[in-house]
Each structure stands twice: as C-alpha cells, then as structure tokens.
T-cell receptor, first 114, second 112 residues
Framework: AQSVTQLGSHVSVSEGALVLLRCNYS??????LFWYVQYPNQGLQLLLK??????LVKGINGFEAEFKKSETSFHLTKPSAHMSDAAEYFC????????????FGTGTKLQVIP | EAQVTQNPRYLITVTGKKLTVTCSQN?????MSWYRQDPGLGLRQIYY???????DKGDVPEGYKVSRKEKRNFPLILESPSPNQTSLYFC???????????FGQGTRLTVV
C-alpha cells in the first residue's frame, strides 16, 4: 500500500528565508508524486509533479522538488519565502498502472513571518 | 475555462436528513473522486469512479453513496447524515492515469 508522510504539521519561516517542506513516501512500485497548495477557503492547486522524467522538478511560484529514490523523499523547497506563500501544502503519491487512488499526506501549514 | 464545480459551497443540515452534493467537470475526464478533509488527517478518499457506471470505495466510504450516470457528473449522497460527517468535502477529476487531479472549491458541510 502506498503512503505519504509529511514531517511537521506547521512550519514558520521569515520572509526571504528558505522554505523546506518534507515529504517521504512509501510505494511498492515507482510512484508518481505531487505537491499541491491550498489557500484559505479554496480548493487544491497543483504546484508540481514528478512522473519519472527529471528528478528535479520545477513548479509554479518558484517552488521546486527533488525526487530521491534512495531516501524515498520528495521535499519541496523555495529559495526565498514570500508572504503570499502562506498556505497549506500537501504531498501526494499515486501508483503507476491505473487509477486506484491518490494518497495524500496530512498537510503542512506554512506561516511566513514579516 | 477548465473547472470542477461543486454545489453547494456551504451546507448546514440536521442529522438524518438526506442530502446530495453535486460535482460537475467540463474537461471530459474519465476519473472522478470525492475526498473529505479533516484537521490533522489530510485528505481521505471516499469514493472514486473510473468511468460511467464504474465506481469503487476509497478509504472512508461508510455513510456515503455515489453515482456516475454521466461522464461529467459525480454526485455525493449522504442518505442519513450524522455529526461525524461534518467536514470539508472536495470533488476531483483527472484525465490520463499519470496526470494530476483538478479539484473543486470544496463544500463545507455541518451536520447538527
């Protein structure tokens, strides 16, 4: 069974500081991995996805993530946090070979301090 | 504009009163699913559908029903809602199996 673990339900960073949100996955087959962002009172929006091409994936709003098979990780980073980055972020995993389910992590709320 | 539309956005109801939350997508996606979001638990899948008349249970299907009579619509039915179904619900659709899901704006349901 696939699963996703997000370390840290809340992360605070200063404006301009590095953002690092952690995600580790478990999957019996090579996975597809996603990061979604949820702004208050809104649905989820795709930030980026890994589908077995380049291991370093660039997304919207300056975010990127690196797939590390040896560490089963897909951490999300952004070099310099902006106030508008304050939101909740979800990592998700989907097995290849068909749409059984997309499994989400429990989410990380990012607070950006001026 | 490509979108997933849920209605209503907010709903307060009483225990036992049947309700339906509608979901419609305009992207001709085959796959649709329903999630509930609860604090500290992330998103948990309730039901999913791989095509018209093809549905299956997700992680938390108890107390819910779905139907997929048309490709674009995937309503969520609570036959006898209970307070533990108070939650934020999201409908999602996706195209090919290796693509991302598109989400609706959510329905905040309160059962009193």
């Amino acid at each position: 069974a696939q699963s996703v673990t997000q370390l840290g339900s809340h992360v605070s960073v200063s404006e301009g500081a590095l953002v690092l949100l952690r995600c580790n996955y478990s999957s019996s087959v090579p996975p597809y991995l996603f990061w979604y962002v949820q702004y208050p009172n809104q649905g989820l929006q795709l930030l980026l996805k890994y589908t077995s091409a380049a291991t370093l994936v660039k997304g919207i709003n300056g975010f990127e993530a690196e797939f590390k098979k040896s560490e089963t990780s897909f951490h999300l980073t952004k070099p310099s946090a902006h106030m508008s980055d304050a939101a909740e972020y979800f990592c998700a995993v989907s097995d290849r070979g068909g749409y059984q389910k997309v499994t989400f992590g429990t989410g990380t709320k990012l607070q950006v301090i001026p | 504009e490509a979108q997933v539309t849920q209605n209503p956005r907010y709903l307060i109801t009483v225990t036992g009163k049947k309700l339906t939350v509608t979901c419609s997508q305009n992207m001709n996606h085959e796959y649709m699913s329903w999630y509930r979001q609860d604090p500290g638990l992330g998103l948990r899948q309730i039901y999913y559908s791989m095509n018209v008349e093809v549905t299956d249970k997700g992680d938390v299907p108890e107390g819910y029903k779905v139907s997929r009579k048309e490709k674009r619509n995937f309503p969520l039915i609570l036959e006898s809602p209970s307070p533990n179904q108070t939650s934020l619900y999201f409908c999602a659709s996706k195209g090919e199996w290796n693509t991302e899901a598109f989400f609706g704006q959510g329905t905040r349901l309160t059962v009193v």
